[in-house]
């Protein structure tokens, strides 16, 4: 089985709302056919690619990549952690509602992840009950930074600690709007502020005893972790030299690293041998980040050119890791 878990979509439902202007989401639809696109007030844009809204341009996607299953993701700008209570509330049930739509369509090929209401913990944990329970999800997709909180701040360690306790996979993806400052020529926001962004949250995770405190979560990072698996030793030298870094965490970082499992798109073959002889083939999956522009179109070239690997290496990253996480064994 090769399974993508990091494919995003955007529920035609979230879509209208914003045409039909049903939720105040501070965004438009530009264009019309394929020039359509998303306009946020707060500067961020993107295509409306068919991929994101049709179950069948997802389906021939994944046949053209020789994919057999896909893990649904809403794309980062639904999150919507900017809203009030009420208004996140609603944004998050009907994008959650159109995923499990999505994935009633083709249930052999497609899986479900939701996304939650992070900035009111309790509408959080509210959410993520109802999607265990009435949708089956086993994974739900969170930002790197809830706005300008971190993710280790201690009123998100109950919603936390709910995924932990019902098993649910927690996908990290860098999330903010607009161009970062210092970041805004180049596409640097991208290319260099979505792998910093994961850098920051994992160090700040590991030093802060986050991960100390739910042993058992399981925590996903999109882009191969960023920074961090080739920087690790930097921040292992950093926990034995400086005070500030073990203040609250006696654990070392490498051991804590080991907790993480890591999608496969960064694009370099090397990468993923190195990351599967750093954290083990069985925190490795496969990914694409379809259908954004910085996704990877053809993942199984890049993971057949990964050297080294051993063929169960290889079928632990193509599928195996993904069955495990979502709790399911079609072999």
Known sequence: MNIDFHSHVIPQSFVDAIENKTLALMARVEGSGAERKVVHE??????????????????????????????????????????????????????NDGVAEMVAERPDRLRGMGILPMQHPDAAIAELERIVSVHGFRAVEIGTRIEDTKLSDPRFRPVLRRAQELGVFVMTHPYYIGNKSGLEDYYLTNLVGNPLETALMVADLMFSGTLDDLPELKLGLAHGGGYVPYQIGRLVRGHEMRGETHAVSKTS????????????????????????????????????????????????????AAPGLSDAQRRSICGGTALALLGEDLA
């Open 253 to 304: 970082p490498m051991e804590l690293l080991r907790r993480f499992y890591f999608d496969t798109v960064v694009f370099e073959p090397r990468s993923i041998s190195f990351l599967a002889e750093l954290v083990g083939a069985d925190k490795v999956f496969l990914g694409t980040d379809a259908p954004f522009d910085m996704g990877d179109e053809e993942p199984l070239k890049t993971i057949n």
């Open 42 to 95: 707060q500067g961020y844009v993107y295509p409306l690619f068919s991929e994101f809204t049709d179950v069948s341009a997802k389906l021939a996607a994944m046949d053209r990549k020789g994919l057999d299953i896909s893990v649904l993701s809403p794309a980062p700008p639904t999150f919507t952690y900017w809203a009030e209570e009420e208004l996140a509330s609603a944004v998050t049930r009907l994008v």
